[in-house]
C-alpha cells in the first residue's frame, strides 16, 4: 500500500502491481475509490464499516460532515479561536496537520511502511495543545486523583538496582520520577500509554533530570530529551508536565500506528518504546518472538528497549 497525509492512495500486490486506488477529500470525505481497497481511509484512520464514521481514538471524525462527532475531551483557548470550537479537525487546516488521537491538532512528517502500515514522524504540536486540559493535568483514569503515583517509599529492589545501574542511574532518578508522578499519570492517562514506561524512558533518558540540551539541532532537553531542532524548548522540553505530555503522545503514537497494523500489543509497545530512541524502524523484529532483544540493535548502548522495560517493571508501580 502507498499512502500520503490524505489517505491510502494505492494498494498493491507482492509483485507491485496495482490492485486498487482511493483517495479523499482534506476533509475525509471519499473522492474516488476503485478495485480492492483497505479499511485504513483518512489520514490512515480506521473507518467503521456500520457507522463509516473514522475511529480517531479518542472520539469518532464524522467525514461526511467534515468535523468530529463530539468535542474534543480538552477546552480552546481565546489566543486561539479556532480552538475554541471544540468539534473542529485539526482547527479547520487539514492540509497541514492531523490528529491521530482525536485530541489536539499535530504536525507530522506522513511516511508508509511496507510491514507496518501508515507511520506519522512526529515533528510538533500545534499551539491548540497547550491549552485548557494539558496546562491543568487530569487525574489518570482510575488511578489516583491526589497524584500520589509511584512506589513511594517502596524499597528499591536488587531487579530495580541492576536496571538502573545498566542505565548509569541510581535510586535517586526513581525518587525524582516519583515526584513527578502527577505529570506523568496525567498525560498518560490521556494518550492511554502506561505510566511506568513513561516514567522508565525518563529514567532511561536523563536520570529524571531537566537537563539542559546542546546548541545544534537534534539535540534533547529537558526530562525526556525533547528535540531542539523542532521545538522552542523554553515552553516544551524544560516544562516538565508539557514535556511529560509530549513524550506520552509520541509513545501513543508510535504504539497506535503499530497495533493498527496488526502487532500484538507487547510488540507495539516495543517498537513505541524503540522509535523513542532510535530511527529507522526495524519493522523485521515483529515477526521475530525474540523482537524485545532485537528491538536493541542499533539503540543507545544497544540495550535501550530491554532497559526501560526492566525499569518499568521492577522500579515502578504506578
Not at 87 to 100: E, F, L, M, S
Not at 276 to 301: C, E, M, Q, R
Request: aromatic share 12%.
Amino acid at each position: 500500500m502507498q499512502a500520503d497525509n490524505l489517505s491510502v492512495r494505492l494498494v498493491t500486490d507482492g509483485n507491485g502491481n496495482v490492485t486498487g486506488q482511493q483517495g479523499h477529500y482534506p476533509f475525509g470525505e471519499s473522492w474516488y475509490a476503485t478495485g480492492a481497497t483497505t479499511k485504513w481511509k483518512f489520514t490512515g484512520y480506521e473507518r467503521d464499516a456500520e457507522s463509516a464514521n473514522d475511529y480517531a481514538m479518542a472520539r469518532y471524525d464524522v467525514n461526511r460532515l467534515g468535523r468530529f462527532g463530539t468535542p474534543d475531551p480538552l477546552g480552546g483557548s481565546p489566543a486561539l479561536p479556532q480552538s475554541l470550537n471544540r468539534y473542529a479537525y485539526t482547527q479547520n487546516d487539514p492540509i497541514n496537520a492531523v490528529d491521530p488521537l482525536g485530541l489536539c491538532s499535530a504536525v507530522f512528517e506522513f511516511a508508509y511502511m511496507a510491514d507496518a502500515g501508515p507511520v506519522y514522524a512526529f515533528v510538533g504540536l500545534t499551539p491548540d495543545c497547550y491549552f485548557g486540559s494539558l496546562r491543568t493535568p487530569q487525574p489518570a483514569v482510575g488511578g489516583d486523583t491526589g497524584g500520589g503515583g509511584g512506589n513511594g517509599s517502596k524499597k528499591i529492589s536488587d531487579a530495580c538496582k541492576k536496571a538502573l545501574a545498566a542505565a548509569g542511574q541510581d535510586a535517586s532518578a526513581v525518587a525524582r520520577a516519583n515526584a513527578d508522578a502527577k505529570d506523568i499519570e496525567a498525560a498518560a492517562a490521556l494518550y492511554g500509554v502506561d505510566p511506568n514506561i513513561l516514567a522508565a524512558i525518563g529514567v532511561r533518558e536523563t536520570g529524571f533530570k531537566n537537563v539542559p540540551g546542546g546548541g545544534n539541532d537534534n539535540n534533547g532537553a529537558g526530562i525526556y530529551q525533547i528535540d531542539l531542532g523542532y521545538h522552542d524548548a523554553a515552553s516544551i522540553a524544560y516544562n516538565p508536565a508539557l514535556a511529560a505530555y509530549y513524550a506520552a503522545g509520541l509513545l501513543a503514537n508510535s504504539y497506535t500506528s503499530y497495533l493498527s497494523s496488526g502487532y500484538s500489543p507487547e510488540a507495539a509497545e516495543v517498537g513505541a518504546i524503540r522509535d523513542y530512541n532510535a530511527s529507522p524502524k526495524l519493522t523485521p523484529y515483529f515477526l521475530d518472538t525474540g523482537y524485545v532483544g532485537y528491538a536493541d540493535i542499533h539503540t543507545t548502548h544497544n540495550n535501550y528497549v530491554t532497559n526501560v522495560i526492566a525499569i518499568a517493571a521492577n522500579c515502578f508501580n504506578f
